[in-house]
């Protein structure tokens, strides 16, 4: 799962690899979480301000799966 934060204006890039996931084999659920805390903490350190008002839409995976199909 790749990523780069904040969205506006990046200053990071981080990539998470997990070997054989124990849980889910979907990126984004697997590796998401990490990636998330990696992204909060190193963003923290940086002193870079959160991003005022940016909301995230969260797709069930059910529903990603519907979509792949269409």
Request: charged content about 25%.
């Amino acid at each position: 799962f790749a990523g780069f934060v904040p969205a506006e204006s990046p200053r990071l890039a981080i990539l998470v690899v997990l070997d054989e996931p124990a849980t889910d084999r979907w990126g984004g659920s697997a590796a998401g979480p990490a990636f998330r805390e990696i992204a909060r903490e190193v963003l923290q350190y940086l002193n870079v301000p959160p991003s005022p008002g940016r909301r995230v839409q969260v797709v069930r995976r059910a529903d990603a799966r519907a979509q792949d199909h269409n």
